[in-house]
């Protein structure tokens, strides 16, 4: 999967739409200023986390009575975004309800996540 390349005069930032996730930041003067995922201790690097940061207690929520699973820190980092706009110094990532599986989460949604 490609990343999408920002970059400007002052930063290089390389983003997945795996998760809409940040994978890189580098300064002009080559300083990466981003946890490099480094496996032996973790390995993400900025996640997306909808629709909630954290756990639920046994991982569930009741909602009209219906009890749904819902996993730590959610869908968002998991799926897969199309890149709806992408330039030099911009792009915008967007997860829908229609095009994301989205268990424990019974809502129609787009979500935008948009660098700049």
């Not at 981003?34 to 639920?56: C, E, I, K, M, Y």
Request: overall charge negative.
């Amino acid at each position: 999967m490609e990343h999408i390349t920002l970059q400007n005069g002052r930063l290089t930032v390389e983003i997945s739409p795996q998760g809409a996730e940040v994978q890189r930041i580098c300064d002009a003067n080559g300083i990466e200023r981003l946890w490099n995922g480094d496996p032996a201790f973790w390995t993400g690097h900025s996640p997306v986390l909808l629709p909630r940061a954290g756990a639920l207690k046994d991982d569930t929520y009741t909602l009209d009575g219906k009890p749904y699973a819902l996993g730590k820190h959610g869908f968002a980092r998991n799926s897969l975004f199309a890149v709806e706009e992408s330039g030099n110094e911009s792009a915008t990532f967007l997860l829908t309800s229609k095009e994301a599986s989205s268990p424990g989460f019974p809502f129609a949604y787009e979500f935008r996540v948009r660098y700049t």
